[in-house]
T-cell receptor
Framework: KQEVTQIPAALSVPEGENLVLNCSFTDSAIYNLQWFRQDPGKGLTSLLLIQSSQREQTSGRLNASLDKSSGRSTLYIAASQPGDSATYLCAVGWTSGTYKYIFGTGTRLKVLA | NAGVTQTPKFRVLKTGQSMTLLCAQDMNHEYMYWYRQDPGMGLRLIHYSVGEGTTAKGEVPDGYNVSRLKKQNFLLGLESAAPSQTSVYFC???????????FGNGTRLTVT
């Protein structure tokens, strides 16, 4: 069964710290992987999309990496700010031709001022 | 450019009532999805569509039906609502399997 796991479920860090969020998935035959941010009571905002042929993607202070062989992706946030506080979710699409994403349960991040 | 729009934003139903949730996108996207989000369970795929006139079941399709008569609209129906269907429902769309997924702001449904 294709599954996506995110650990830890919650994380609290002081402002300015660099941090890493983890996403693990079963079945390395993925098509792509996408990281999202969700603020309380809101929809999901796309942060980064990594295709299976890529190793990493960067956007501003965010860097996402992909290691298919180990079934892992990490989201690196540099110089964290209180405004980064949100839930971060990863979603994985596999090459089974079904075009659907499976989501992890997310990591709830709190950056303390 | 409105993106993905969900209607309504909130709804309260009594057990056994029916309703339809509407998702509309103006980005000419081929693929559309309905998810539900419950505390501790993340987002789970209900149904999806890979083009106009097509629909397919996701992880938790029971109790729901969908239709994609027009490319820009994806409707989610509850024929006989149950308290277990109390959830936040999200619609999403994307142009192809290689492009980012875009989400609507959600519909909060309570079934009493």
């Amino acid at each position: 069964k294709q599954e996506v796991t995110q650990i830890p479920a919650a994380l609290s860090v002081p402002e300015g710290e660099n941090l890493v969020l983890n996403c693990s998935f079963t079945d390395s035959a993925i098509y792509n992987l996408q990281w999202f941010r969700q603020d309380p009571g809101k929809g999901l905002t796309s942060l980064l999309l990594i295709q299976s042929s890529q190793r990493e993607q960067t956007s501003g202070r965010l860097n996402a990496s992909l290691d298919k062989s180990s079934g892992r992706s990490t989201l690196y946030i540099a110089a964290s700010q209180p405004g980064d506080s949100a839930t971060y979710l990863c979603a994985v699409g596999w090459t089974s031709g079904t075009y659907k994403y499976i989501f992890g349960t997310g990591t709830r991040l709190k950056v303390l001022a | 450019n409105a993106g993905v729009t969900q209607t309504p934003k909130f709804r309260v139903l009594k057990t056994g009532q029916s309703m339809t949730l509407l998702c509309a996108q103006d980005m000419n996207h081929e693929y559309m999805y309905w998810y539900r989000q419950d505390p501790g369970m993340g987002l789970r795929l209900i149904h999806y569509s890979v083009g106009e006139g097509t629909t397919a079941k996701g992880e938790v399709p029971d109790g729901y039906n969908v239709s994609r008569l027009k490319k820009q609209n994806f409707l989610l129906g509850l024929e006989s609502a149950a308290p277990s269907q109390t959830s936040v429902y999200f619609c999403a769309s994307r142009f192809t399997g290689s492009t980012p997924l875009h989400f609507g702001n959600g519909t909060r449904l309570t079934v009493t």
